[in-house]
Each structure stands twice: as structure tokens, then as C-alpha cells.
């Protein structure tokens, strides 16, 4: 029998997390505000935000920044962002007048779309954040003949997770200058696979996550009727996914960060009345940890992955219309903006 959830227990998992990392994250330092991203964001959907300082938080996400170069924005124009923590680059905390790039002190997309996520769940107005130069920088990641991107201007991985980072990002921003969208939904559909499915890169084995980004950079851009394929083919393939809890490529074990990445594709497709509830739940609650948090397979241990993306799928579950009309038990928590990844960002007043 699974155990109950225990929401104080993974609050404090989050909040322990977001003080002092254990050991084995270590090799991640240079990810740090992607690990703040989980936590911050699992304690948003658990409605324990208050718990945390939040000034400090984002005073410290804006210490990531990358600005235009104060001598000449053009010697570092596809490097503005954020890092992905404060062992990366230059002076920390340095004041953007002030700002003198230097090799390898570059943003990372990723890291950009977790501090845009972080400063707007905390209730920052994005004041202090440059967003032309941030637009502007995604021109750089872009490949020309593709239409992928690529994580960071000093050269790095090209595949569609940062895609869908770029997506996120100009959303967020609300300025879609960076993208050459055209190249970037030929690029999709050249990662169609005959099964139904969605790789990460053009040829690639079908992945729950690689579906997810796909077609949340879809909705997001304003351009998922461009997908060339039958919706019905990429439900019937999330579908067949499901084996109690979810798989994230054809006979692979359940894991639990798939029931987020499969059952959130289903819901931006209007098809998550499909996923069968019930089972998926005995699943995630089997992964919970006896002292907080959830892991990847039941017994093992926790990671804040895994565990902010199996509570993002409960809030889409206990929030759906399939679900009030069901007699499922499932944790209140905060509704998601499903194709963020996120709670509903809270208004912010314009001053």
C-alpha cells in the first residue's frame, strides 16, 4: 500500500534544499538556478511560498545576470542572460554599468528561462532584467540552417529542449524578436517519428520529454496547427505510454518525472480524461520519501527533479475537469500554466 502524502514533509524537503544542496549535487553548481527553479517552484504548488525570503532570492537571481558589455554591447551580444550559478563568470553581483564581459562568461538558455520563472513566482516585475538584450542574444543560439538552439553562445548541445526554452523565454518576455519561428517549426516536424512521437533531435528515438517541449514551444509560439502530424497520433503514442505510472520511451521502466512530461502534453492537448488517474497516483505516491520529496523509481532516493515534476503533475490532475467529476482523492495544490511548467504567475502591479 502506498503512503498517504505527507505535504509537510516534502515543504520542508524543498525548503532544506533550497538552503544548503546535499553532497551529490555538487557537480551541478554550474545548474544551481535550475535547482532553485524545482524548489522554489514545488513550494509555489504546495502554497508554502511564504516560508522563504524572498527578496533575498531574487536579489540573488539578478546577481546572475549577464548584461550587454558597458564598453560595447556588440563584444558579448549572444552571451546576455543568466548564468546558471554563482561560481559561473564575472564579478558577482556586479552592476550592469559597470559590466566588463570576459571569455566563457556566457548565460545559458536554460538558466535564463528558470530566473525569468523564479523572479515572476516570487512577484518581481522583471524591472531590472534587459530584456532586449536577452531577445537579442537568442538570435546568436539559433541555428540558421535548423532552426534549432543551441544552450549557450561559446558552443555547446543543439537539441529541442532549448527550443523550448527560447519559446518560454520570449513568452515570458513577451517579445518574439529572437526567434526565426518558421525555421524553428520546420525543425519540429523534422523530429516527427513514424510511431507518433516526438525525439529530441532530428532522427532520434521518440521521449516523453522531448514530446512535451516540442509541444509546449507549439502552444507557446502560437503555431501548434502547424504540427504536421494527426494530434490523434501523438495522443494514441502518450497514451500507450502508461504502464500504472508513465514511461518515457517504448519499453522503459515508469519513472516518475514521465507522468508529468507525458500527462502535461496530454493536457495541453485537451486529452488528459485519458490518462487513467488512479493508477498514475498509486505510482507517484509509491516514489514518495519517508523523510520528503519523491524519487525517480519507488526505494530509491529523492532528487528536487523528480520531485517538483511529480507534484506538477498531481496539480494537473487534481486541478482537471476529469478529475472533479471523480471520486480520485488526490492533494489540493495550486493549478499550473501547464505549458510553463509553473503555478499561474501572481499580477504584478504596475507602478
Not at 536577452?134 to 540552417?145: D, E, F, G, R, V
Amino acid at each position: 500500500m502506498s503512503p498517504p502524502f505527507d505535504r509537510e514533509l516534502h515543504a520542508r524537503y524543498f525548503l532544506k534544499n533550497l538552503r544548503e544542496l546535499p553532497a551529490p549535487y555538487a557537480s551541478q553548481d554550474t545548474q544551481r538556478v535550475v535547482l532553485a527553479f524545482f524548489c522554489i517552484h514545488g513550494l509555489a504548488l504546495l502554497g508554502e511560498l511564504e516560508r522563504v525570503n524572498k527578496r533575498q532570492i531574487i536579489d540573488w537571481v539578478y546577481s546572475l545576470q549577464v548584461p550587454p558589455d558597458c564598453r560595447d554591447g556588440s563584444l558579448n551580444a549572444g552571451d546576455c542572460g543568466f548564468r546558471g550559478g554563482t561560481s559561473m563568470g564575472n564579478v558577482f553581483g556586479c552592476p550592469p554599468a559597470q559590466y566588463e564581459s570576459e571569455v566563457y562568461d556566457s548565460s545559458n538558455i536554460a538558466s535564463t528561462f528558470a530566473a525569468l520563472c523564479i523572479l515572476r513566482t516570487l512577484g518581481d516585475d522583471l524591472s531590472r532584467v534587459n530584456k532586449v538584450a536577452i531577445a537579442s542574444s537568442l538570435k546568436h543560439l539559433q541555428n540558421k540552417k535548423t532552426g534549432c538552439f543551441s544552450s549557450a553562445n561559446a558552443g555547446s548541445e543543439e537539441d529541442m529542449r532549448f527550443v523550448y526554452c527560447a519559446c518560454a523565454i520570449s513568452y515570458i518576455l513577451d517579445d518574439w524578436s529572437g526567434i526565426d519561428l518558421a525555421a524553428m517549426v520546420r525543425y519540429i516536424n523534422s523530429c516527427l517519428n513514424y510511431d507518433g512521437g516526438i525525439g529530441l533531435t532530428t532522427g532520434a528515438e521518440s521521449h516523453g520529454g522531448a514530446v512535451f517541449v516540442a509541444t509546449a514551444a507549439l502552444f507557446l509560439s502560437g503555431r501548434m496547427m502547424q504540427l504536421n502530424c494527426e494530434q490523434a497520433e501523438l495522443v494514441r503514442w502518450l497514451v500507450f505510454r502508461q504502464q500504472g505510472g508513465f514511461q518515457g520511451r517504448c519499453n522503459k521502466d515508469p519513472d516518475s518525472c514521465y507522468a508529468f512530461w507525458n500527462g502535461a502534453t496530454l493536457d495541453l492537448l485537451g486529452k488528459h480524461s485519458l490518462v487513467d488517474v488512479p493508477s498514475c497516483k498509486k505510482f507517484i505516491y509509491s516514489c514518495q520519501f519517508p523523510f520528503g520529496g519523491l524519487c525517480k523509481y519507488p526505494d530509491t532516493v529523492p532528487d528536487v527533479m523528480h520531485s517538483y515534476l511529480s507534484l506538477a503533475w498531481l496539480s494537473i490532475a487534481s486541478n482537471s475537469n476529469a478529475n472533479k467529476e471523480s471520486e480520485e482523492e488526490l492533494p489540493k495544490l495550486a493549478p499550473l500554466d501547464t505549458k510553463l511548467q509553473v503555478p499561474f504567475f501572481p499580477k504584478v502591479s504596475k507602478k
